[in-house]
Structures are given as structure tokens and as C-alpha cells.
């Protein structure tokens, strides 16, 4: 906190014969600190040895930033004058000017103790404590200042400076509540101050309290100021639009004699409400004309690196924080910044290490917490479990419980254990079969967010008409390999196990596939899934499903669009199971999904045309919906249910539905290893 110098009266009532400094006491107290400095250097030449010229001429040197020189004058005055207590108070504040608080803080002491009814003294002790950020004793030693100059206005702001760190201390302890008593309070000498309903609106939205955080902005008498932070509190409260048409209007309020921060702040809001409504052009574009007005500014540096962050562009992002930390290591955007975009590009040690070194200059700061939190948790063992029981109108139902661990052992390497059972029985043929499959899988991520997954599993079978063992797995790389793009390519070797008469025929499936998404930053994406099965009993299949959809909104997040599926077997084989020559199905499709505190859901629907081989056309239905509450940080359930009458949903081509149940308990709060 910067400290306001003490009252020159002591200076004034200094009368000197020889010299008239009239003018340069007016330079000091009107803060015109060159002038005072060559006013009092010219008095000097002529009066080397005046006290209060040489007190005068040190605080303009303070006060103008030369702050070393102005110490030495006075350590060279506190020697020649050791009892003096007006050149002990200015060396005082020459130590709070080169930041030696420690040091003033000692010495404040003894000059407290020396005149318990000295105003500077006390004064100076507490913004002291305060740039200690020992807020207690600071404002505690404001108090007894302003006991002997009741209503002094340095003493006030001090005091009001000295509230808002020690309620910024609370909110990062959590104590939100105090914090806002605290701050209340300002407002007794401060009527609606800005800085300090703005610290309010931090805490309300801290608390995600967005209508008093909104109501603390619309209090801020300065336009510009206010509806930038009302733009802010509409995104959090997820009203993009509502913030960019806000963010305008702060835009358009902007003149000739606005202050050039005024000019940037408003703009960095207009160009984040245009990144958080998806136009990215736009932003680009207006971040273009800002890196003009502005060379150089680490402001238009992070916005640059936002957008790369929103069109998943994270190598540039990257980029741009390391250009932002070259300048400033200590760059709260820099480090935080550069850890999201490691983590989006799946290197979570070092965004983990970045998130750590925030930490460091910024302690508690609850962004980068949360963010080692979620990578700890990422890397976690967990244990899943799962029981489902489907049916369709064939008179097939069957039963399946699984349970699954998964245990990283590094942020690259992971393996998997996963136990399943699973009974079929037909009710009207009286056939029952059931299968067990125990497997271990293991994941390497080869680089960034590319990984190469594999399953070896073996399964014992038993039905009515066979008995066997057997092996399935799978092999897949999945990566990203452009921004926004997704890419699979595996094989998979599984048992055709749906009903029990399927189990007792045996039949492997080898299905080579491979799967493609395409998004971009319109809102529109592209699907393509293609796959290639050969079956042991001699069949083979040939499948594509490619669909087209486009992003309305992101909370609730909820997207439609159109699918196209195509299927053709080799051998038809009906009597055995579903096996047309060639099936279509065309289907329209919306789905969303989206959060509030602890539960979770999402639901989509399709419906559309199925054709046959030459069959006249049917309906097609499908509903898929789920929930998910979260009891505690590690241990969620979800509950779920599908319906689908597409034909090449199931063996016989009916009806079909499935319940299930899902746990979710991660066993650790973090990581088996080190970070």
C-alpha cells in the first residue's frame, strides 16, 4: 500500500532569516516533486548546512522515486540530529519508500513508544503493518491515529486500504462472510467506493452469488467500470449474450478523454465476450487493432492466447504464455495460462508443475488449486462398478454386472482390470446362457493427447448346447491430431454375446474400425464412424455411421443434427440373427446436457427412417437419458436408461431397452506417484 506523506505543517512553522522556501513547501504539498527537487537542490547550494532545506530536499527525492538517495540523505540527518524526532520520522518513511518494512517496522516502534500522541508516528506504524499484510495491527494502529486527528483524510484512505487487504486475506481463506462484513464498512466514510464494491463483487462471485456481485458493479459510479464488471457476472452466469451486448455498451461509452486503461479494460472484455460466444473472428480481428493501439501489452498477449485456447489451438496459446513469462516470470496469466494449455494438450505433469509455480507468487489462488486438484483426481485410482438388465420384444433379457479398476502408475502410463458377468435367458424357448470375461488393459500416452490402448481378456462361456474358452481384446490409438479433430483407429476381438442363443453359436467378431470427428469453430461437426468385422462362423459386416451437427448453446449444452447409417452383411442368416444385405437408416437427433451443484444429466433423442434391403420404410426411435449426483468429490452414482427400435440396434431386430446402475469411487484423493 502506497504510504501518503505526513503533513508539512512541521516543515511550515519552520521559519528560516535567510531564506523564503514558501514556493517549495507549495511544490511538496501540491505533488510537484521534480520542481520541489530542483527548488531545494538551488536552496542547498547556497544553505548546505539547513536542516529543514535538507528535509525538504530528501522528501521531494522520496517522493519523486529517487528513494535510495533520499535514505542516505536522511541516515546521514538521524547521525547529526539523533534526538530529533521530525528527521527520525522522515527516515522512517524513507524505509517505507525502499521497502525495508522490516526495518521500519523496528523503528516505527520506538518512535511510537517515544510520542504515544504523535499522528505521524502512529500513522507511519500502521501502513507499515499494513505493507506486512498484518492487517490487524495495522488498522488497530490507524485507529489510535485517527483518535488524535479524528476524521484525517490520509488516515481514512490508509484505513480503508488497510480493510480491503485484510478482507483479500479472508476471501483467500475462505472466509467469505467476514470478508464482506468487513468491507461494508468502508462505506461509513466511503459512500459506494469503487474499489471496494469491486472487491465485493470478487467475494459474491466467489460465493457464485451472481445477483449481489451484479447489484456491487451497477453501484460503481463510473460507467465504464461497472458495466465491464456486469459483463463478467453475465458470463459466469451463463448469459454470453447478455455479457456481449453489456460489454458494447461499455465499448460505446468510451471517448477522446477516456483514461487509456479505461480504453484497454473495456476493450478485453468486449473481445472475451466475443471469444465466449463463439466469434472468433470478430475477436481476432479487434485483437488485431488493439496490438496496435497497444504494442507490446501483456494484456492483448493473453487475449491472443484465449483464443487459441477456444479454437483449440493450444500450441500458439503456449506460445504466447512463454512470450508473456519471458517478460514477467512471475505472470499470474503466463503460469496459469500455460498450465490449462498443457493439461488441454494432455501433459498434465507439466501443467501440473506450472500450476504449482502460480502458486508460488500467487499463494492459495483458487484457480490453480482447482486445477492441481482435477489433474490429482485425473490421475487417481478408481474402482467402477456396474449392473444393467436389458430386454427386448423377442423375449430376450438378460443381466450384467462388471466391475472395473483403473490405476495409474505415471501421468503417461495406466492399467486396467475389468471383471464382467453376464446372463441371458429367453423366456419363451427356455434357453439360458451366461458368459464371465476377466481382462488387463493398458495405456500409454505416446505424446501430448495421443494414446495407445490395449485389452487382453479371457472368457469362459456357458449354454444349453455348448461350453468354451476363449480370448477377446483390443488394440486402439486415439488422438488429436489437429485442433478440434479426433481420430481412432483399433481392433477389437469380441464375443457376439446378446442373446443366449448367439452364445451357444460361438461367434467371434474381429472388427477393425475406425472412427473420425471434425469440429470448427462455427459450431458445426462432422462424424464419421467406419467399420470392418469378420466373423468366425464365416460371415462378414461392413458398416458406416457418419452424422452432422451443429452446437446451439453451451449451458446447457445442446446440439442436433441429422445421422446416416448404412450396414451390409455378407451372408444373410436371419434365422440366427439380424444379417440384412444392405440396411439404412436416416434419423434427426438432439441431445443436451449440463450441470447444477451436484447432479449432472444428459438425454438426446433421435427418430427418423429405417429401410431393409427392399422393405418398405419404418420408424426409427431411439431415447438415451442419465444422471449423475455426486455424494462427495470421489464417489459419484449415475443411473441410466436407453430405448431403441432401430433394427440393427439388437440380434432379432425388435424392440429393445436397457436400466442400469453406475458407481464411481476414487479411491485416493491423488496419484499413486509424485507429480
Given amino acids: 500500500m502506497k504510504l501518503l506523506g505526513f503533513t508539512l505543517a512541521l516543515l511550515l512553522s519552520v521559519t528560516l532569516s535567510a531564506q523564503d522556501m514558501t514556493t517549495g513547501f507549495t511544490f511538496l504539498e501540491t505533488g510537484k516533486y521534480q520542481e520541489a527537487v530542483t527548488y531545494f537542490n538551488d536552496i542547498l547550494k547556497d544553505y548546505p548546512d539547513n536542516k529543514t532545506a535538507r528535509l525538504c530536499y530528501g522528501r521531494a527525492l522520496g517522493l519523486n522515486g529517487t528513494t535510495e538517495k533520499a535514505k542516505t540523505l536522511f541516515t546521514n540527518l538521524k547521525e ?213 493501439a497497444f504494442p507490446e501489452n501483456k494484456t492483448v498477449a493473453a487475449l491472443k492466447a484465449t483464443v487459441g485456447m477456444y479454437t483449440g489451438t493450444f500450441a500458439k496459446s503456449i506460445a504466447e504464455y512463454r512470450q508473456m513469462m519471458e517478460k514477467d516470470s512471475t505472470s499470474f496469466d503466463g503460469n496459469l495460462g500455460i498450465a490449462n494449455a498443457l493439461r488441454a494438450q494432455g501433459n498434465l505433469k507439466e501443467a ?177 464412424g467406419l467399420m470392418h468385422t469378420q466373423q468366425t462362423d464365416g460371415n462378414s459386416r461392413n458398416l458406416l455411421f457418419t452424422s452432422l451437427y451443429y452446437s446451439f448453446s453451451k449451458a446447457p449444452a445442446v446440439k442436433g443434427g441429422i445421422n446416416y447409417q448404412y450396414l451390409s452383411f455378407k451372408d444373410q442368416v436371419p434365422t440366427v440373427y439380424f444379417s440384412p444385405s444392405i440396411y439404412q437408416a436416416v434419423e434427426v437427433f438432439v441431445e443436451a446436457n449440463g450441470s447444477t451443484g451436484k447432479f449432472s444429466y444428459s438425454a438426446s433423442a433421435a427418430g427418423g427412417y429405417q429401410f431393409v434391403e427392399d422393405d418398405e420404410a419404418t420408424t426409427l426411435f431411439r431415447l438415451e437419458a442419465k444422471a449423475t449426483y455426486d455424494f462427495t468429490p470421489r464417489f459419484q452414482v449415475m443411473t441410466y436408461g436407453k430405448y431403441s427400435n432401430s433394427a440393427s440396434a439388437t440380434a432379432s431386430g425388435f424392440e429393445f431397452m436397457e436400466l442400469g446402475l453406475k458407481l464411481r469411487w476414487q479411491i485416493l484423493e491423488g496419484p499413486l506417484f509424485n507429480l
Fill in 80 to 292: 547529526e540530529y539523533p534526538t530529533d524526532f521530525e528527521v527520525a520520522l522522515n527516515y522512517a518513511e524513507s524505509l517505507l519508500w525502499n521497502k525495508d518494512y522490516d526495518q521500519a517496522k523496528t523503528f516505527y516502534q520506538t518512535l511510537v513508544l517515544k510520542d504515544t500522541t504523535s499522528f505521524s508516528a502512529n500513522l507511519g506504524y500502521a501502513n507499515t503493518l499494513s505493507n506486512l499484510k498484518e492487517y490487524d495491527q495495522a488498522i488497530e494502529a490507524v485507529d489510535k491515529a485517527l483518535n488524535i486527528q479524528p476524521g484525517n483524510g490520509n488516515a481514512l484512505i490508509s484505513r480503508k486500504y488497510m480493510k480491503l487487504g485484510k478482507a483479500s486475506a479472508l476471501k483467500t481463506n475462505d472466509s467469505l462472510k467476514e470478508a464482506i462484513t468487513l468491507l461494508k464498512t468502508n462505506f461509513l466514510e466511503f459512500p459506494n467506493d469503487e474499489a471496494t464494491q469491486r472487491d465485493l463483487a470478487n467475494i459474491y462471485i466467489a460465493q457464485k452469488d451472481f445477483v449481489n456481485a451484479k447489484e456491487a458493479y451497477t453501484q460503481i459510479t463510473d460507467s465504464i467500470t461497472s458495466l465491464i464488471g456486469i459483463s463478467l457476472v453475465e458470463h459466469l452466469d451463463k448469459k454470453d449474450k447478455t455479457a456481449l451486448t453489456v460489454s458494447e455498451n461499455a465499448l460505446n461509452l468510451i471517448t477522446a478523454k477516456t483514461d487509456s486503461i479505461q480504453v484497454l479494460s473495456a476493450n478485453e472484455r468486449y473481445i472475451q465476450a466475443l471469444i465466449w460466444n463463439g466469434k472468433y473472428k470478430q475477436a481476432k480481428n479487434k485483437i488485431i487493432a488493439l496490438d496496435v
Fill in 352 to 528: 501440473y508443475k506450472y500450476a504449482q509455480r502460480t502458486l508460488e507468487f500467487y499463494p492459495n489462488q483458487k484457480d490453480a488449486i482447482t486445477l492441481m486438484k482435477t489433474i490429482e483426481n485425473s490421475l487417481a485410482p478408481v474402482v467402477e462398478s456396474l449392473v444393467s438388465t436389458t430386454s427386448d420384444n423377442g423375449d430376450n433379457v438378460a443381466y450384467t454386472a462388471m466391475v472395473r479398476a483403473e490405476v495409474p502408475f505415471s501421468e503417461r502410463f495406466k492399467t486396467t482390470l475389468q471383471y464382467e458377468y453376464r446372463e441371458t435367458e429367453n423366456e419363451t424357448t427356455n434357453t439360458m446362457a451366461y458368459n464371465t470375461s476377466v481382462s488387463l488393459g493398458a495405456n500409454y500416452r505416446v505424446l501430448n493427447n495421443t494414446w495407445v490402448e490395449s485389452k487382453l481378456g479371457f472368457l469362459k462361456a456357458n449354454g444349453n448346447a455348448a461350453e468354451y474358452s476363449d480370448v477377446n481384446g483390443s488394440i486402439f490409438v486415439k488422438s488429436r491430431p489437429l485442433p478440434l479433430q479426433y481420430l481412432e483407429v483399433g481392433y477389437s476381438r469380441m464375443l457376439q454375446n446378446f442373446n443366449a442363443d448367439l452364445i451357444n453359436q460361438k461367434i467371434f467378431m474381429n472388427n477393425y474400425s475406425l472412427n473420425y470427428n471434425m469440429g470448427t469453430n462455427i459450431n458445426l461437426g462432422w462424424y464419421t
